[in-house]
């Protein structure tokens, strides 16, 4: 007896069919043959978009877009949130080694809903939580329709900020904690930048591992505020720059350990007090140049030293080969978010605010807490 394949379906509103696979071969060509004449296709989408490089406030503006066409593997996402990160901010400045091609749409990564699925998507539905991944650029704005693969289910117990901001940041204080030195419980790290979220992350990481953290932090009015918070996420020290001017550094450090390696976000003299802070044989990795100044050293820290200068851009770490274990560390970092052992401090701003946002984000008011669009 001939036996009967049975194909289940699941439609856009959720509902689910059983067909066997002849009525199902019927179905798809009455189907493909309606679809020739009418594709499915997503919303119209609202973009912040800038049609040539240059100050981000000036070149960007929000504008609609048309819907477009949403093919078999295609899954549209309704963007629930978008962080400015200071790299987007560069991609559009111009300054940023990857350049999408203009007319570009902002943003880098983000977190949806999934909103609608082409014909052959079967891992995804609508309603589910989902991050691109890898990242990449064009998440400021309402729709975005890429091919299945190209996003990663999350569950939905992270907040949306979170979620949204994952990839970038976490990821690399991840990465760069695993991938330069062995660092054992009861050692040690410094770095700059302690206030930005990538900073926050390591001062979080490292202590689930046992590990201390040297900080350092930009001079500020309210700089106690910002040591004790900084201690709260589970800081060592916090250090101001101008508390370090002093000629040995390491008279501060207490019964801490003196660190093997050291993370430098900030150029200048910022970094050169991470260096001053590392053990002999120490390695100080680079991965921002917030104050566009550069990296000076002297020639006794290498000679005496020793000191190792290495670099990290995530980027350049995910390429496509670590696809798979980029979305297994992002459900460990949102596991740790679940678990209130990740936090950072951010606001979240209305999309039609984003120019006040996007102000914020370029330091014209001042230090602020991480700019995440809300749409
Ligand atoms: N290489 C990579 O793959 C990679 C990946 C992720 C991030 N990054 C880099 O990591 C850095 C931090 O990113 P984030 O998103 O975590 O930062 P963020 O949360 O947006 O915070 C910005 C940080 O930069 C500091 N800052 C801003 N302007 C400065 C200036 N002119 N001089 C000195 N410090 C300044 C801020 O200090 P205050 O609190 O004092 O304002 C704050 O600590 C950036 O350079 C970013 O490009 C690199």
């Known amino acids: 007896m001939a036996s009967l394949r049975f194909i289940a379906l699941k439609l856009r509103n959720g509902s689910s069919y059983l067909y066997n696979t002849s009525s199902f071969r019927a179905w798809v060509y009455r189907i493909s043959t309606v679809r ?6 997503s919303p119209p989408s609202k973009a912040v978009v800038y049609d040539q490089q240059g100050p981000p406030d000036s070149v960007t503006r929000i504008v609609e877009l048309p819907p477009v066409e949403i093919k078999e593997n295609d899954v549209c996402v309704k963007m629930l949130a978008s962080p400015i990160n200071p790299s987007d901010i560069n991609r559009i400045e111009g300054v940023y080694p990857v350049r999408p091609p203009v007319p570009a749409i902002g943003g880098y990564e983000g977190v949806g809903e999934v909103h609608l699925c082409g014909a052959a998507v079967r891992g995804l539905s609508p309603g589910d939580r989902v991050i691109p991944s890898p990242p990449s650029s064009g998440f400021w704005q309402t729709y975005v329709v890429k091919q299945e693969n190209q996003w990663h289910k999350i569950s939905k117990d992270a907040p949306i900020e979170y979620a949204a901001t994952v990839t970038v940041n976490p990821l690399t204080a991840l990465r760069m904690l695993e991938d330069f030195t062995t660092l054992k419980s009861g050692g040690s790290i410094v770095q700059n930048g302690a206030t930005s979220i990538v900073g926050q992350c390591i001062i979080q990481l490292a202590q689930v591992r046992g590990i201390h953290s040297i900080n350092i932090i930009r001079d500020r009015a309210g700089s106690e505020d910002v040591k004790e918070h900084l201690k709260r996420l589970g800081a ?3 250090f101001t720059e101008s508390q370090l001017e002093i000629k040995n550094v390491k008279s501060l450090l ?9 993370f430098n976000c900030i150029g200048g003299n910022a970094a050169t007090l991470v260096m001053k802070f590392l053990r002999q ?4 990795v ?8 550069p990296v000076t050293v002297s020639t006794s820290s290498f000679i005496f030293k020793d000191l190792s200068l290495r670099g990290f851009w995530l980027q350049k770490w995910m390429t496509s080969d670590k696809a798979k274990e980029c979305r297994s560390m992002i459900d460990y970092l949102l596991g740790l978010v679940s678990e209130g052992k990740i936090k950072y401090e951010m606001e979240l701003t209305p999309f039609e605010d984003f120019h006040t946002a996007l102000d914020k984000a370029l330091g014209k008011l001042g230090s602020q807490p991480k700019q995440v669009i809300k749409f």
């Open 254 to 262: 207490g019964n801490l350990p003196e660190p093997a390696l050291g």
């Open 36 to 41: 020739s004449f009418s594709a499915i296709k």
């Open 281 to 284: 044989g120490g390695t100080m």
């Open 286 to 293: 680079t991965y921002g140049g917030m104050s566009k100044k």
């Open 236 to 238: 060592d020290e916090v």
